[in-house]
């Protein structure tokens, strides 16, 4: 069977940049999932809560994927060194008011046993204020995100300093059970 799983109070108030910073040109965002938050089985697809009325348009991101040890991020440049994988490259997403789901091109199978890592690089070649989406308070810094109008990042690898945020996006993960096709 597959199950979707909800990260984040979907009722909360706070509303933020992340995963898509999009007051700047390009953003690459990082975000720690806790394995208590999820379940093992194949990630197939990934939404997030789009907060602003007004629609966000990403012509072309491409999300990638890790289990790992971690539960926060330390510091502006502590970004994950684990190889990841790149879970979705499959053309333009539009955000409108709600949740919007990103249907993986390729599935993740996620044992369930580390935390789980999400990285998100969006370059879009123009910026628009306030186009937010729904976050959740966390304990401990469990986004870090940079920002820029020139610097963009390759594939997973940033090399920039970042910010760190004691908050998430909002986040539905459909998981299929172990050993279920797709």
């Known amino acids: 069977a597959q199950t979707t799983v909800t990260v984040g109070d979907e009722n909360s108030a706070l509303t933020s940049y992340g995963p898509i910073y999009s007051y700047y040109n390009n953003s690459f965002s990082e975000v720690v999932y806790l394995s208590s938050e999820l379940q093992a089985g194949t990630i197939i697809s990934i939404s997030y809560q789009y907060a602003a009325s007004e629609p966000l348009f990403d ?87 940079h920002y820029d109008d020139y610097d963009a990042v390759s594939g997973y690898n940033c090399t920039y300093s970042g910010t760190t945020y004691n908050q998430i996006p909002n986040t539905r993960f459909v998981i299929l059970g172990e050993g279920e096709e797709y």
């Open 59 to 145: 012509p072309a991101p491409t999300i990638y994927m890790a289990e790992v040890s971690r539960t926060a991020f330390s510091s502006s440049t502590d970004w994950e060194t684990a190889t990841m994988t790149q879970v979705y490259s499959g053309g333009s997403v539009t955000y409108s008011q709600g949740w919007v789901t990103i249907f993986l091109t390729t599935p993740f199978e996620y044992s369930g046993t580390g935390n789980l890592v999400v990285a998100y690089n969006s370059q879009r070649g123009e910026y628009f204020s306030e186009r937010k989406f729904t976050h959740t308070s966390t304990t401990g810094s469990r986004m870090l995100m």
